[in-house]
């Protein structure tokens, strides 16, 4: 098994900035992809951005410029740095796990992203 223990979360201004940080233990080394989903209210969970051990990544169309996902393998720890927020931004953000991009068994327990002023 795998636990992703997220933090970073909390309340920002619109143009302002937040990091996510999501530690992965337990079970890792089948661990290739990691990455972001998120939930606003009332709207489908949608993928924010993943990156593989490799480096490769992807992105939302709607955060690409604005958030950068980063991540340290010997740490087990990615990060979603996010700049220029944005109200719609506002969500509960999902760390994931799993071996390949879009395959992600594994969930971490979100964390809540508002963007208000």
């Known amino acids: 098994q795998v636990q992703l223990v997220e933090s970073g979360g909390g309340l920002v201004q619109p143009g302002g900035s937040l990091r996510l940080s999501c530690a992965a233990s337990?079970?890792?080394?089948?661990?290739?992809?990691m990455g972001w989903y998120r939930q606003a209210l009332g709207k489908q969970r949608e993928l924010v951005a993943a990156?593989?051990?490799?480096?490769?990544?992807n992105y939302a169309d709607s955060v690409k410029g604005r958030f950068t996902i980063s991540r340290d393998n010997a740490k087990n720890t990615v990060y979603l740095q996010m700049v220029s927020l944005k109200p719609e931004d506002t969500a509960i953000y999902y760390c994931?796990?799993?071996?390949?991009?879009?395959?992600?068994?594994?969930w971490g327990q979100g964390s809540q992203v508002t963007v208000s002023s």
């Open positions: 990156i593989t051990s490799a480096g490769t990544t």
């Open positions: 994931v796990a799993g071996p390949l991009l879009a395959e992600y068994p594994y």
């Open positions: 337990g079970s890792t080394l089948n661990i290739n992809a």
